[in-house]
């Protein structure tokens, strides 16, 4: 039988921040010492898959490049793609269960913003090219900091190092041709990698940059990671490690991607076929899958309903809940959400090694 739960709106979040708003219901979960004992005070976590955040005084600690606007991504699809995939890279380097998270602390705000600048007599730091003939491939620069369960200590870095596919800060718009784009890449990673080696702390500390490819702001899909690498201590990369990863909107036209060839574009079909035909006022169906290694780590479903009472609301959402569970194969983790001009009405999500979904209606 299709149960119906409540459910917390974290389980919607792949970032590590999903345990931080609930403290008041994790407390078995957060370090017991107390400030007073100069102890390490963590968030806590409600799901072991992601970092427990590291507190100072008691207080979560934001980027030291927060205070000062650096750059941002051309689409909220590429910045979700950039901050959620990055996380993503960083578990695999640093595990969740040896390291804790903390936003970045060492490359200041002013720092970041003269070396996404272009070259120049004035700005030596630039990382794009002093040549204005050239398009600027270098748009934003995201640290992430990962500090020892044990020592307690910094122990490791992630920076990522976001590229145009399109130079926007120029009429008309220049496109980078792939080679461009990763040439300048690579140059900025070194320069990044020589420039942080040349600060006493941070000399023999492990290292992880990788390279994300963002989309064009008119792309819904956003971008992907394309290489990364690992630096234990030098202080230049000498081979990239590819990262495959893509962002497949659904219903697909494309003849050849992962979602053509493991049925799940034709599941999908069949999912927006059937809830449309029971379901007629419904204003779009559209699907988002995550592939990483050719494995479908993630469905998220949006729905545009046309329902408004409380008992159309409920009786769709168990509709489609059921016909998800239906449809997709079972090994698939989906998550649905139910929109309508006034906003979110239900949520929908089946876990990895679950047979049932749970859904939540929103007052």
């Known amino acids: 039988m299709h149960k119906k739960m409540l459910i917390s709106l974290s389980l919607t979040g792949i970032f590590l921040l999903s345990a931080c708003g609930q403290l008041e219901n994790a407390n078995n979960n957060i ?24 507190l100072v005084d008691g207080k979560y600690q934001t980027g030291v490049a927060n205070d000062i606007e650096t750059s941002s991504l051309n689409s909220n699809y590429n910045q979700s793609n950039f901050e959620t995939g990055l996380l993503r890279l960083a578990k695999e380097n640093f595990s969740v269960n040896e390291y804790y998270f903390q936003e ?21 730091d630039g990382l794009n090219p002093e040549d204005a003939t050239r398009a600027q491939g270098i748009q934003k620069i995201l640290e992430y900091d990962f500090v020892s369960v044990d020592s307690e200590q910094l122990a490791g870095i992630v920076i990522g190092i976001a590229l145009n596919q399109v130079d926007y800060s120029v009429d ?3 496109e980078l041709s792939d080679d461009e784009l990763l040439n300048q890449g690579r140059q900025a990673a070194n320069s990044i990698l020589t420039r942080m080696r040349q600060d006493a702390e941070l000399k023999e500390i492990p290292v992880y940059v990788a390279l994300f490819k963002q989309a ?9 990671f394309i290489l990364g690498a690992l630096s234990e201590k030098s202080a230049t990369i000498e081979s990239w490690n590819t990262v495959s990863e ?14 053509t060839q493991d049925g799940l574009a034709t599941q999908f079909a069949n999912f927006k076929s059937q809830t449309i035909g029971f379901f007629p006022n419904l ?24 329902y408004y009472t409380k008992p159309e609301i409920t ?13 997709f ?35």
């Not at 469905?299 to 309903?305: A, F, G, K």
Request: glycine share 10%; net charge negative.
């Open 31 to 54: 370090d017991t010492q107390t400030a007073n004992d100069n102890a390490t005070i963590t968030t806590g976590r409600v799901d072991d898959g992601v970092y427990q955040a590291l």
């Open 104 to 124: 970045g602390q060492k490359l200041s705000g002013t720092t970041l913003k003269s070396w996404l600048q272009r070259k120049s007599a004035d700005n030596p």
């Open 172 to 174: 008309p718009n220049v």
């Open 216 to 224: 064009q702001k008119t792309e819904v899909a956003g971008g992907n």
């Open 246 to 259: 893509n962002h497949i909107l659904l219903p697909t036209t494309q003849s050849e991607n992962e979602a």
């Open 283 to 306: 204003t779009g169906v559209t699907g988002l899958a995550y592939y990483t290694d050719g494995q479908l780590l993630k469905l998220s479903i949006e729905v545009q309903s046309g």
């Open 315 to 327: 009786s769709f959402t168990q509709f489609v809940g059921k016909t998800a569970e239906d449809i």
């Open 329 to 363: 194969d079972a090994s698939i983790p989906w998550e649905i959400t139910v929109n309508s001009v006034k906003g979110p009405q239900s949520y929908i999500v089946k876990n990895v090694g679950s047979d049932q979904s749970l859904a939540h209606i929103f007052n």
